[in-house]
């Protein structure tokens, strides 16, 4: 689970088998939330391009502000 502090829960999940491979990921988007990945304008990278992580929906903290 991933859980960055402007939050007020977790934001994502995975759930992986007993002896599946190891993969690097955050997860997909819990309920009520949504991830973007987006670049410096705030516009959404293509997958696999590097990007800032942001976090919207009823999960983000009451008065969090930019």
Do not use: K
Request: aromatic share 10%; with cysteine; hydrophobic share 35%.
């Amino acid at each position: 689970m991933y859980a960055p502090s402007e939050t007020t829960t977790y934001s994502t999940w995975i759930c992986m088998p007993r002896g599946q491979a190891v993969v690097e990921t955050i997860g997909r988007p819990i309920a009520n939330t949504r991830i973007y990945l987006l670049d410096g304008h705030g516009q959404p990278v293509p997958f696999g391009a590097v990007g800032e992580l942001y976090i919207g929906g009823a999960g983000v903290a009451r008065g969090y502000l930019n």
